[in-house]
């Protein structure tokens, strides 16, 4: 299956630094990425869906200018938590549609666990 | 309104047993796809199963079959003789639009908690 990448992991920052985070999609293109929130023991709550080469389109309620979103290539989409608040802290997952394959073929990353302090 | 409901907030099963995960879900589009989805402690989701609403017979992976009620609006998943390593989270998710491309986007349940007892 296609695998997607997420780095980091894990990351711990302190109140106002930003963080990015990044997904590849490895072994495809993807022209369309998601990067989704989830805190714990809850469902997963899509944040954008990320477009390569144009801007993202946000969920309701998901702050643009705090949420950048850049999906500069085929392979890989950017996420960076602007002056992060320690409400911020939360495990990002992204995924990635296989360009040209079942439409229901998606995948998701290992995801990247933020603690912001 | 929920789109995906899983009532089931924890489920236990014996080693070896079968146990059925519940979803329903509402949707007035006649097109859409119902997904399964693992997540283990180590967080990342991995696609199990996939059910489209025109498909004719239930769709099964190995020991991961769907249980597609229509009529009912439900996709329960059934794991049969389940292993120590199917203790996880499960999530049911719909995707509408199926047909016309859709959107792409899968609404998730809230999940369910499976532990496997030895």
């Known amino acids: 299956g296609a695998v997607v990448s997420q780095h980091p992991s894990w990351v711990i920052c302190k109140s106002g630094t930003s963080v990015k985070i990044e997904c590849r999609s490895l072994d495809f293109q993807a022209t369309t990425m998601f990067w989704y929130r989830q805190f714990p023991k809850q469902s997963l709550m899509l944040m954008a869906t990320?477009?390569?080469?144009?801007?993202?389109?946000?969920e309701q309620g998901v702050e643009k200018d705090k949420f950048l979103i850049n999906h500069a290539s085929l392979t890989l989409s950017t996420l960076t938590v602007t002056s992060a608040h320690p409400e911020d802290s939360s495990f990002y997952i992204c995924?990635?549609?296989?360009?040209?394959?079942?439409?229901?073929?998606?995948?998701f990353g290992p995801g990247t666990r933020l603690t912001v302090t | 309104a929920q789109k995906i409901t899983q009532t089931q907030p924890g489920m236990f099963v014996q080693e070896k047993e079968a146990v059925t995960l519940d979803c329903t879900y509402d949707t007035s589009d006649p097109s859409y796809g119902l997904f399964w989805y693992k997540q283990p402690s180590s967080g990342e989701m991995i696609f199990l199963i996939y059910?489209?609403?025109?498909?004719?017979q239930n769709a099964t992976e190995g020991r991961y079959s769907l249980n597609f009620q229509k009529a009912r609006k439900s996709a329960n998943l059934v794991i049969s003789a389940s292993q120590l390593g199917d203790s996880a989270m499960y999530f049911c998710?719909?995707?509408?639009?199926?047909?016309?491309?859709?959107?792409?986007?899968?609404?998730f349940g809230r999940g369910t908690s499976l532990i496997v007892h030895p």
């Open positions: 995924s990635a549609r296989v360009s040209g394959r079942l439409s229901y073929e998606q995948y």
């Open positions: 998710a719909m995707r509408e639009g199926e047909a016309s491309g859709g959107s792409y986007i899968p609404t």
């Open positions: 059910q489209g609403s025109y498909d004719q």
């Open positions: 990320s477009n390569e080469g144009s801007k993202a389109t946000y």
